[in-house]
T-cell receptor, first 113, second 112 residues
Framework: DGGITQSPKYLFRKEGQNVTLSCEQN?????MYWYRQDPGQGLRLIYY???????QKGDIAEGYSVSREKKESFPLTVTSAQKNPTAFYLC????????????FGQGTRLTVV | GQQVMQIPQYQHVQEGEDFTTYCNSS?????IQWYKQRPGGHPVFLIQ?????EVKKQKRLTFQFGEAKKNSSLHITATQTTDVGTYFC????????????FGQGTELSVKP
């Protein structure tokens, strides 16, 4: 059953703790993306990766880190440096290049208390 | 920062009325994609436009890409309650390594 999987669906953390969100895809896609969604602001790009072992900052990378050690995995770490981490996080993948559609995971809703 | 602007942010219509959302980019786009996100769900791909002036239709949905490849629109004819959700445009700029930038989205509500 092919697709892109994010886990967990809901995540609670205490302020000051780092937390890592998982994103796995078995679509053999080269490109992967992390977006943050807040009400009224659409999807804002955090990081993206076009190929294994390479990634680029998006528009709101501060306070986040990623790795792309394997083609199928693109975990996102929300660090304590992120001032307002409570949000809905979406991971996506695509074949890569300019003209390919993105497939999204179900999302992780992170709440920091 | 955000380079793809989308309006309106919200649209409330009576079932059967038409609906249009507009997307504008500050730079020329390689392509524009449209997605729909149902309440509580994740964005789902609808269509991609690549050519200047391209028009594509999917049943009651009509998608257009401007001649300058900087703007796009999605028009829904005779809305139904199943059309409820947030519609996003997403653009890829040339020479940006596949960076996909989303607009803010238009949230559509349909009153039966």
């Amino acid at each position: 059953d092919g697709g892109i999987t994010q886990s967990p669906k809901y995540l609670f953390r205490k302020e000051g703790q780092n937390v890592t969100l998982s994103c796995e895809q078995n679509l053999n896609h080269d490109a992967m993306y992390w977006y943050r969604q807040d009400p009224g602001q659409g999807l804002r790009l955090i990081y993206y990766s076009q190929i294994v072992n390479d990634f680029q900052k998006g528009d709101i990378a501060e306070g986040y880190s990623v790795s792309r050690e394997k083609k199928e995995s693109f975990p996102l770490t929300v660090t304590s440096a992120q001032k307002n981490p409570t949000a809905f996080y979406l991971c996506a993948s695509s074949m890569g290049g300019d003209d390919t559609e993105a497939f999204f995971g179900q999302g992780t809703r992170l709440t920091v208390v | 920062g955000q380079q793809v602007m989308q309006i309106p942010q919200y649209q409330h219509v009576q079932e059967g009325e038409d609906f249009t959302t507009y997307c504008n980019s500050s730079t020329t786009l390689s392509n524009i994609q449209w997605y729909k996100q149902r309440p509580g769900g994740h964005p789902v791909f609808l269509i991609q436009l690549v050519k200047s002036g391209e028009v594509k239709k999917q049943k009651r949905l009509t998608f257009q890409f401007g001649e300058a490849k900087k703007n796009s629109s999605l028009h829904i004819t005779a809305t139904q309650t199943t059309d409820v959700g947030t519609y996003f445009c997403a653009g890829t700029m040339y020479n940006q390594g596949g960076k996909l930038i989303f607009g803010q989205g238009t949230e559509l509500s349909v009153k039966p």
